[in-house]
């Protein structure tokens, strides 16, 4: 059974950090393509940052410079760390793994970033 666990949500402070976590089960996570996504309530869910199984990164532009996504191979497990958190990043974040047409999804992890 296919199981990736976000962890690491909560409510912060702009200009705060938070660093959140997926943990991957069930799959060969040293071939998948990893990703974070958000989804804020009453918008559409949008890419946040993406890694390749050789660590190889992007990132949307609204996020450059202040997240860093990262993965570790040997704990299955990818991670976001999100600096100088602003309001407009408040939303639920879902960690995904990719690997041709194969796509798994986690159940996301609410962020909360007050003014």
């Known amino acids: 059974q296919v199981q990736l666990a976000e962890s690491g949500g909560g409510l912060v402070q702009a200009g705060g950090s938070l660093k959140l976590s997926c943990a991957v089960s069930g799959i060969r996570f040293n071939i998948y393509d990893m990703g974070w996504y958000r989804q804020a309530p009453g918008k559409q869910r949008e890419l946040v940052a993406t890694?390749?199984?050789?660590?190889?990164?992007t990132y949307a532009d609204s996020v450059k410079g202040r997240f860093t996504i990262s993965r570790d191979n040997a704990k299955n497990t990818v991670y976001l760390q999100m600096n100088r958190l602003k309001p407009d990043d408040t939303a639920v974040y879902h960690c995904n793994a990719r690997q041709l047409t194969i796509l798994y999804w986690g159940q996301g992890t609410q962020v909360t970033v007050s003014s």
């Open positions: 890694t390749t199984p050789s660590g190889t990164t």
